[in-house]
Structures are given as structure tokens and as C-alpha cells.
């Protein structure tokens, strides 16, 4: 997913959220959203049925109201004039791990 995610950053002239551990929860739970149900839904919504939810496709990422109007719930993609963009849209293996290694406490 950080493949996918890096080039359609690109391809929609997007940017990944300025803090960078947002970025790598979000695709942390798309990938597992992927092995689970069989698409990326979106992690940052609560469902009833997930299953449902992968069927209608509404949800699943990028999610419709993202390719309609660029309104990424998450905020891993945010257009160049939201106040919590960055200026990247990759994101290194080293910072997902960074981000999403057990914390000792």
C-alpha cells in the first residue's frame, strides 16, 4: 500500500500530512484492510459490516469522495492548500516501521 499510495499522490498532485505517523497508521490500515477483506477500505471509518462495506466500494481507496473531490477523510491525501500538508509524497519503508513499531510500555 505505500507503493500505491506514493503514486497516486503523484498522479492527483496530492500531499502526504505533514506528521508522518498519520500517514503510516493510514496505510498501515489500508494494507491490512487488503490482506482482511480483499481491498483497502478505508481504516479511519467506523462499520457495521466491513465485508458490506468492501462490496458497495463507496469506502474502499481511494474512496469516492476522494476522486470526486479530492476529500480525503484520513488526511494521507491532502491537496497543496490544506494546513496539514506536507510537501512529500513518498514515504520511506524506515518511517512506516518507525511509526508502526510496538511501543516498549
Same mark, same amino acid.
Given at each position: 500500500m505505500r507503493k500505491f499510495s506514493e /503514486?497516486?499522490?503523484q498522479r492527483t498532485? /496530492?500531499?502526504f500530512c505533514i506528521d508522518s505517523a498519520v500517514t503510516a497508521i &493510514? #496505510? !498501515?490500515g489500508l494494507a491490512r484492510h487488503k490482506d482482511?477483506? *480483499?481491498s483497502p477500505l478505508c481504516p479511519c471509518r467506523h462499520y457495521e459490516n466491513?465485508? +458490506?462495506e &468492501?462490496? &458497495?466500494a463507496y469506502w474502499n481507496c481511494p474512496c469516492v469522495p476522494m476522486r470526486e473531490r479530492k476529500e480525503c477523510h484520513c488526511m494521507l491525501f491532502l491537496t497543496e492548500n490544506n494546513e496539514f500538508a *506536507?510537501? #512529500?509524497q513518498n514515504i520511506s519503508r !524506515? /518511517? +512506516?516501521e518507525e511509526h508502526l513499531a510496538p511501543s516498549n510500555s
Open positions: /503514486t497516486y499522490a498532485n /496530492t500531499y &493510514v #496505510i !498501515e482482511q477483506y *480483499g466491513k465485508e +458490506l &468492501v462490496s &458497495v *506536507g510537501d #512529500i !524506515e /518511517t +512506516l
